[in-house]
């Protein structure tokens, strides 16, 4: 690769990692001539039933490894989780942080982000999302296509926003939450940390660690998750 270029991993081999892909090309596509390209060299993943997709997608080949030691100069090239559970993003993060890696953004050209809105590392920010102004978002999120994340919003690290999400002004989500499909949050409502929203429900009022959230009609929430690291309390022991 020459100097006019940023040589990129992506951890995932999934769907997840296929529209990553696109993302990055888009980016590269729109970027000036005197900026630095946008190229995937490799792909780290304990499987890959996708790998031909996602190389067609790229339209080129890529080393494909099941663990990061095997990847060439890996300090020198810039990581990205493309994986869509939050406990994956989270203990992927790790091996990433301990193996002494980078992390890239990546912002997709159609996303509108407001100029004062935060964005951490390793954040994917997909196509025809709005980011409002103030509003946070922590490293290592995925906000997918069509959502929007109002004003004075703060998202923690890790947290997975589904397609068509609606989270409205001062409203809060917690580190490694998963928010489905179509989800609302009223203004103003804070979700903690390690919770599941299941798609298509309004979210109007508070909710503490480690709940799962459903039933779209007449929305019910139960503590389902381990608040301290997310795990399922109904894992067989």
Do not use: W
């Not at 690290?157 to 009223?186: K, M, Q, R, W």
């Not at 799962?212 to 022991?237: C, H, I, W």
């Amino acid at each position: 690769m020459t100097n006019h270029s940023v040589e990129i991993i992506i951890h995932g081999c999934g769907a997840m990692a296929i529209e990553l892909a696109m993302y990055i090309k888009d980016v590269t596509y729109h970027r000036k001539t005197s900026d630095k390209k946008l190229v995937v060299t490799d792909i780290v993943s304990s499987e890959f039933s996708r790998a031909d997709d996602l190389q067609k997608v790229l339209g080129y080949s890529v080393s494909l490894h099941d663990s990061i030691n095997s990847v060439d100069k890996f300090k020198q090239k810039k990581s990205i989780i493309g994986i869509g559970t939050a406990l994956a993003v989270r203990q992927k993060r790790s091996e990433i942080n301990d193996a002494g890696g980078e992390f890239i953004t990546i912002i997709h050209p159609s996303a509108v982000v407001s100029p004062v809105a935060s964005i951490g590392q390793g954040v994917i920010i997909a196509p025809f999302v709005f980011i409002g102004p103030f509003s946070k978002i922590g490293d290592h999120s995925i906000i997918n296509v069509h959502s929007t994340i109002g004003h004075d919003v703060s998202i923690g690290s890790g947290v997975i926003v589904s397609p068509h999400v609606n989270l409205n002004g001062g409203s809060s989500i917690g580190e490694y939450t998963f928010i489905g499909a179509g989800v609302v949050v009223d203004p103003r409502t804070n979700i903690g940390r390690y919770c599941k929203l299941s798609s298509g429900i309004v979210i109007k009022k508070d909710m503490p660690d480690g709940m799962l959230a459903f039933d779209r009609e007449s929305p019910k929430s139960v503590r389902m998750f381990n608040s301290k690291n997310g795990e399922s309390l109904l894992k067989k022991r």
